[in-house]
Each structure stands twice: as C-alpha cells, then as structure tokens.
C-alpha cells in the first residue's frame, strides 16, 4: 500500500477528528521532501483513539507524556508496513476547525502547520517552516513571530542561510 | 486558474480520477458504474480543459489511456508516494 493510500486509512479511522500534519501537510503545501511516516493530529482523547484503531485491527501503542514533556501522549503504530503517529492536537498548536480539505483530506492550515513546527522545534522542523518563509514570503511576519514565540530563531536563520535551499527555493 | 463549468458528471468523473492512483478509462468507467464510451468522452472534455492529461501506457499488451489529474494537490500526493516508492526499492 502507498504512503497516500495509508494516510487515507488513518484519516478515515479518525473522521471527522483527525488532521494531517507532518510531511505529507508540508508536501501539499509545497514543501517538496521525503517523509516515510504518517503524521496525525486529533482532539479526540489517547483511549478514543486506540480504540478506533484497534476496532480497524490497526496496532498502535501509547506513550503517555510526564510533566516535564509537552506532549500528553504520543500513538505511534504500522499500518500496512508505514509506521504513523498521532498527537493531541492542542499540544501542538493544531486546531482543526483551521484544516482545510484538499482531496477528502484534512491538513493543518498553514499557519497551524508552522506553529507546531516550532513547537517541536527541530531541524527538519525549521527547514520545513523556512522552505515555507521562501515559497511564501506574505507568511514571513507570522514565521518571526512564531519562531520567537517558540525560542527557535537561531536555527530557522541557519536554514534561510542554507545555499540548498535558497538555490531550490529562493529568488 | 481559470474556473471552468463542469457538469455533474464530468465533477464525479474528475473527483474520481483525483482519489485514485493513474486509472485507465476502462477502469474508471467500471468504477462509476458509467458507460466506457460518456466516460471516454467526458475524459477527453477534462483534457481539453487541461484538468487531467492522458497518458498511453501498454497494460497486459493492450493499449490503454491512463488519466492524471493535474490538480496541484494530486500531483503533490503522487510525486510523495513515488519518493517512497523509491525509497522502498532502495531499502529491499
């Protein structure tokens, strides 16, 4: 099965309380990458969530967070030979009344897609936002407030500085 | 993009065509329960519109026209799969 085919199985699982997040919501907002996992949000609770799956015969278990982490709980599971994983979508800065639906799929608007980029925080995250900073600079003030919001400056200034990225996507 | 008018049918036809993985016309006729010769005519109307492009591909020895959509979002969500298709292949 494709790596589409399953985030539509998983989407599905959810509906209507799930959203795409991760790379498959950065490709469809123009972030060209590889990504080989599923990502989803949703505002259902851990238990709602594994019991949906389970009823699917999908396999997933649930890391719950302690308080010095900021997720709650994290469901990371193999649907057909793709590993996925799914987040509470408050964590994350994700609300899915943003989503919009592209193809009968949910993914987080671009903005919410951001700021749970700078949430997480890494470098594959900045990368993604500053692709996003390059392809659309109309998001350029929101991005700055973000990444100040989120203490992640430093590393999305590198990634702008990156000669790779500026020579695919910039000017 | 410009906005052009589509009928019921022709939106079913291409709603369909941007679900799926490239379909033949046969195919696609069979899975809207439509006759192959309205469908093969609502297909080349996309065409001209440029809402999908066709492709000819030999399947089983027999000549077939397979549809793409050239919506964005579905070419996005194919170039992925192929990106994992070929990380698959690299890893076997």
């Given at each position: 099965m494709s790596l589409v085919a399953v985030a539509r199985k998983l989407h599905g699982v959810l509906q209507p309380h799930g959203i795409l997040i991760g790379g498959i919501c950065g490709m469809m907002h123009g972030i060209e990458r590889f990504t080989r996992d599923v990502d989803l949000a949703t505002d259902l609770d851990a238990e709602k969530v594994m019991m949906l799956l389970k009823n699917e015969g999908i396999e997933a278990e649930t890391n719950v967070g302690d308080s010095f982490d900021r997720l709650s709980w994290v469901i990371k599971g193999v649907c057909d030979d793709v590993e996925f994983q799914i987040l509470f979508a408050k964590d994350i800065g994700i609300d899915l009344s943003h989503g919009e639906l592209k193809l009968e799929l949910l993914i987080a608007s671009e903005e919410d897609f951001i700021t749970s980029k700078c949430i997480a925080g890494g470098q594959q995250d900045l990368h993604d936002v500053a692709v996003l900073m390059l392809l659309k600079p109309a998001l350029k003030a929101f991005i700055e407030q973000q990444a100040e919001q989120y203490d992640c400056q430093e590393k999305l200034q590198a990634w702008l500085y990156d000669e790779r990225l500026l020579s695919r996507y910039g000017n | 993009m410009t906005k052009v008018k589509l009928t019921r049918k022709q939106r079913e036809l291409l709603a369909r065509a941007e679900l799926q993985?490239?379909?033949?016309i046969y195919a696609l006729a069979n899975m809207l329960g439509r006759p192959y010769r309205r469908v093969y005519d609502h297909v080349q109307q996309l065409a001209v519109m440029g809402l999908v492009s066709l492709k000819q591909k030999k399947i089983n020895n027999r000549n077939a026209t397979l549809v793409i959509s050239n919506d964005i979002y579905y070419q996005r969500l194919l170039r992925l799969d192929d990106m994992y298709a070929a990380h698959l292949e690299l890893n076997a």
């Open positions: - | 993985e490239p379909q033949t």
